[in-house]
Each structure stands twice: as structure tokens, then as C-alpha cells.
């Protein structure tokens, strides 16, 4: 494939990933056109139809996922710190949410089978490499891992997606939930995130706090009280 051509394709692929991630995967294939900055006949040329689209763009993740772990195992000799590696990674390609989202319409079949064999199969070495070194907690299974990058790493809903505008909020959860993965947790303290300001990123009012009633005074010792 010509290099203009396969920037091309790989511009679609994206644009899909985020409009199918925010929308879901009956989301108007206008709207990936506009994102991928291509004309119509660009994507239909490459993908005729959603189904084609959508496995297209599984099958390209799986294959990113298989990658990402490769390349964290071969920069990191720390098991830990390679699986940690490989699930911020996969967090910047929007790997785990899409692939759910994606997965609920599309047919499994043979070939899908065998991407997504080879992309478990290299996620759960890193897996095993961090147990084996007494760096992750034994109870720690790929679906643990895989359902935990899905929780944290989907969008936020409305207006609270504004405190995650750079992506770094993202990164800051998984490290928190990462540590609590670890036997001997590692990475950088961040900001914490105050409940007032997901208050405030939802539009939502602040909660008035209540005044404290007041203390009624007390009488000297041995005084009666006399009714009125």
C-alpha cells in the first residue's frame, strides 16, 4: 500500500476508534468521515460497509494490543513496570473500551479468534512474568486487568469529561488502581482529585453546609427553670 494511502487508513481507523467509542458503533459514518478528515468516497473505497469498518478497526487494535505489550516486555527488564507500561499504553490507543464496545456487534470467526488468541497471549505473559517475581498480587487474572482498563479508561459522561481534557486523568486512575495491583506499588504520587471539583466540572450547584444550631445557654447550677 502507497504511504499516502496507508496514512489514510490509518487516519480512519482512529477517527473511527473515538466516534465509535463516543457514540457507539452505530454512530454515523459521516461523523468518522469529518473526524478522519477524508472525503466519503475515501472510506468506502477502503471499508464498504460498517461491518467491514468495524472488523477492520478490532482486528487493527487486537493487533496494537499484541504490540504494546511486546514493546513494554523489551523496554522494561522490572515485570511490573512492564506490565504497567503496556496498560498506559493501551490506554493512550483507547485500546480497552473500544474493543468492548466494538466486540457487541461483531461476528467472531475463525481469523478474529486467532488475532485475539495472540493479543491474550502476550498481555498474560506480562501477567505471569509479574506474578512469577512476586511484583502483582497472585489473585490478579487477565479479566481483572482487562475489565479494570475498560472501567477507567471509557470517556467521561457530559460535562465531566472537561477534567479530562489532556488525558492525564486517565493515566492518574490507573496508576491508583495499578498500586493497588502491586505487591511493591511503583509510578508517580499525583494531585488528588477533590469531590467539589466533579461538582463543579457536572455543573451541578454546591451542596450549602449546614449551620450548627445554636447551643442554648446553660442556667447556674442549683437555678430552676420557671415557666412562663
Same mark, same amino acid.
Given at each position: $500500500?502507497?504511504? &499516502?494511502?496507508? %496514512? ?6 482512529? @477517527?473511527?476508534?473515538?466516534?465509535? =467509542? ?27 460497509? #460498517?461491518? /467491514? ?11 496494537? =494490543?499484541?504490540? @504494546? ?11 511490573? *513496570?512492564? =506490565? ?23 461476528? +467472531?470467526? !475463525? ?5 485475539? #488468541?495472540?493479543?491474550?497471549? /502476550?498481555? !498474560?505473559?506480562?501477567? +505471569? ?7 502483582? %498480587?497472585?489473585?490478579?487474572? $487477565?479479566?481483572?486487568?482487562? *475489565? ?10 457530559? @460535562? ?17 488502581? =495499578?498500586?493497588?495491583?502491586?505487591? /511493591?506499588? &511503583? ?8 469531590? &467539589? ?6 455543573? #451541578? ?15 447556674? @447550677? ?7
Amino acid at each position: $500500500m502507497r504511504a &499516502d494511502a496507508e %496514512r489514510s487508513r490509518r487516519r480512519i481507523l482512529d @477517527a473511527a476508534c473515538e466516534v465509535f =467509542l463516543e457514540r457507539g458503533p452505530d454512530a454515523p459514518l459521516d461523523a468518522v468521515v469529518r473526524r478522519a478528515g477524508v472525503g466519503p468516497g475515501t472510506l468506502y473505497r477502503r471499508f464498504p460497509d #460498517r461491518e /467491514a469498518l468495524v472488523r477492520a478497526l478490532v482486528i487493527d487494535l487486537l493487533g496494537r =494490543l499484541a504490540g @504494546a505489550a511486546g514493546e513494554a516486555r523489551g523496554a522494561e527488564p522490572d515485570p511490573y *513496570l512492564a =506490565l504497567r507500561r503496556f496498560v498506559h499504553a493501551a490506554a493512550d490507543l483507547r485500546m480497552g473500551a473500544a474493543i468492548v464496545v466494538l466486540l457487541e456487534r461483531l461476528v +467472531v470467526d !475463525e481469523e478474529l479468534v486467532a488475532v485475539r #488468541r495472540g493479543a491474550v497471549t /502476550a498481555v !498474560e505473559g506480562l501477567l +505471569v512474568a509479574a506474578r512469577e517475581a512476586g511484583r502483582l %498480587r497472585p489473585d490478579v487474572g $487477565m479479566g481483572d486487568l482487562v *475489565l479494570l482498563c475498560v472501567r477507567v479508561t471509557r470517556p467521561l459522561p457530559g @460535562a465531566l469529561a472537561a477534567l479530562d481534557a489532556d488525558g492525564s486523568l486517565v493515566h492518574r486512575h490507573l496508576d491508583l488502581a =495499578l498500586a493497588g495491583l502491586a505487591a /511493591a506499588p &511503583d509510578g508517580p504520587p499525583g494531585r488528588a482529585l477533590g469531590f &467539589d471539583e466533579v461538582i463543579a466540572a457536572a455543573g #451541578r450547584p454546591g451542596e450549602p453546609v449546614p449551620e450548627a444550631a445554636e447551643e442554648p445557654a446553660k442556667r447556674p @447550677a442549683g437555678e430552676v427553670e420557671t415557666g412562663a
